[in-house]
């Protein structure tokens, strides 16, 4: 696609229940972020991606958190034991490469929502 | 640590009327990129502009441009002539030159209302 594609748009889940978000950045981005964004809280950095390593995952809240990269592409940012405080809007970004001033370009997000 | 302050949560302005978007940062490093992104209630996060910290020029952008102050660590965003399509939250972000930590470290934003 044109853009950077996340899914589901929008996910209600019961407590204790684990979530799969899913990003599909632009062709050719070798870098990835993931962003949390809480009401009136800013964007939260979680982790990022160069090629499929991490160099950065200090932003995770906590060991419930994990995201993997496979193939230079799609990523999945994984909750388990999903709690009220983990809904949120969580965003995507990919860039053409990792640091300098290159652009981000986000996805829409994926609205969670822990019941 | 780096961290980015907006300390208007909100801010409105007439439409054609200008308005000025405040940003501080607090770093120790001397070379950095800072950034203004909108989000409009689509969600979706656009790059407004963009601005190296080396430069002493100010960046511009059509409607939209900086006041880069380096010694005072602020990166204001002025928006002229507003739109109505202009109505958004605005994240001012800022990222370090080089080094291996490539995040955007981004203020907490500022919703902007355009009034008709």
């Known amino acids: 696609g044109a853009g950077v594609s996340q899914s589901p748009s929008n996910k209600v889940t019961e407590k204790g229940k684990d979530v799969e978000l899913r990003c599909d950045p632009i062709?050719?981005?070798?870098?990835l972020y993931w962003y949390r964004q809480s009401l009136g809280q800013g964007l939260e950095f979680l982790i990022y991606f160069q090629g499929n390593s991490a160099p950065d995952k200090s932003g995770l809240p906590s060991d419930r958190f994990s995201a993997e990269r496979t193939g230079g592409s799609v990523s999945t940012l994984t909750i388990q034991r999903t709690q009220q405080e983990d809904s949120a809007v969580y965003l995507c970004?990919?860039?053409?490469?990792?640091?300098?001033?290159?652009?981000?370009?986000f996805g829409e997000g994926s609205r969670l929502t822990v019941l | 640590a780096q961290t980015v302050t907006q300390s208007q949560p909100e801010m409105s302005v007439q439409e054609a009327e200008t308005v000025t978007l405040s940003c501080t940062y607090d770093?120790?490093?001397?070379?950095?990129?800072l950034f203004w992104y909108k989000q409009p209630p689509s969600r979706q996060m656009i790059l407004v502009i963009r601005q190296e910290a080396y430069k002493q020029q100010n960046a511009t952008e059509n409607r939209f441009s900086v006041n880069f102050q380096k010694a005072a660590k602020s990166f204001s965003l002025k928006i002229s002539d507003s739109q109505l399509g202009d109505a958004a939250m605005y994240f001012c972000a800022y990222r370090i030159v080089g080094g291996s930590n490539y995040k955007l470290t981004f203020g907490k934003g500022t919703l902007l209302t355009v009034n008709p």
């Open positions: 970004a990919s860039s053409l490469q990792a640091g300098g001033p290159g652009e981000l370009f």
């Open positions: 770093t120790s490093e001397s070379d950095y990129y």
């Open positions: 062709s050719g981005h070798t870098a």
